[in-house]
């Protein structure tokens, strides 16, 4: 009796939940998609990349590890995958490389061969103790050893702590602390983008478009919270994009930094929707929620409290793989975009 009051009582005082929008068709380019991300979801990017790399031309990285580090084991993430070190060895690029072409092999990925001549942006702050700037040169090898010419930009010079980099908003430089985004007088969106896409126009002063809320839960079989996945995602779309063909750019936020946690700081302060604005760019930010075991709205156990992307299994074995419950609800989302008006 007492535990039906408690959750009458949460339900009554929690707030109403928004509706959100339909994510909208816009006749986006499906084939040239580029993705980027921080922390877990520098993880994810890489990931979502290598998994789809038929459609994904290139990824941006800050402090993130090579494709499938953990191996399905949390363990290995949070030691070999984070901070190696003598008793938790950073896991071979080499061997990683190879266990994902045999993975492509099984068509659990797209062909490696797909990774030629991609073009890579990987960062790492001096003054980030999260994740080891050991870890993000594995990543440069790792890409390195299934596409030697790939264009990799590798910056490593700039003391950031851990989080987004910004060229003005945020925490300090080297702090590392929510919302985890650092003023760095570094603009980290902008220069990953040049490299990925290409020149660019300059960044527009005002954000001249529309970024909309839509609803996450069609993506997800309807049950976004048993994927870690929240129900509310973002998407900025610029007032061309309305009408006329655009690129898409999918940003992952990193741990500790979604809506649930920190509002919409992460999709409006890390820096890209002025670049989108002035490039005719789609910029997707899908949204996970925190999960703490068993929970409304999902009857399954995940323990995931930080709100991270999933690159170490917990939504299943093939997290890492186009099957992956995460990878499969995001690019739902880009087919959406891709659909004609």
Known sequence: MLTRLLVALVLLLAPPARASERLPALGAEGASVTVSGVSSGAFMAVQFHVAHSATVRGAGAIAGGPYDCARG??????????????????????????????????????????????????????????????????LRRFYLALAPDADVAFENSVPAGHGMVTEKEGN????????????????????????LLGPLAAPSPAEDGKLI????????????????????????????????????????????????????????????????????????YPQTMPRWGYGFGAGNFVLNPKACWDWWGYTGARYATKDGAQVRAVQSMLERLAQPR
């Open 73 to 138: 084991s949390l363990w290995t993430a949070l030691t070999s995958c984070m901070d190696p070190g003598p008793f938790s060895p950073l896991p071979d690029a080499r061997r990683l490389a190879e266990l994902a072409r045999g993975l492509a092999k099984a068509g659990g990925i797209d062909p490696v061969e797909r990774l030629a001549g991609a073009k890579l942006w990987l960062f790492t702050g001096t003054r980030d103790d999260t994740v080891s700037p050991e870890v993000v040169e594995a």
């Open 172 to 195: 300090g430089c080297s702090t590392t602390e929510p919302p985890f985004i650092v003023n760095c007088n570094y603009d980290a969106a902008g220069i990953l983008l040049r490299q």
């Open 213 to 284: 809320e839509f609803d996450q839960a069609e993506f997800a079989g309807g049950g976004p919270a048993a994927i870690s996945l929240a129900d509310t995602g973002y998407v900025f779309v610029p007032n061309a994009c309305a009408k006329e063909r655009c690129r898409v750019h999918v940003v992952f936020h990193g741990c500790r930094q979604s809506a649930d946690q920190i509002e919409r700081r992460f999709v409006l302060e890390a820096g890209y929707n002025r670049w989108a604005a002035a490039n005719r760019l789609i910029v997707l």
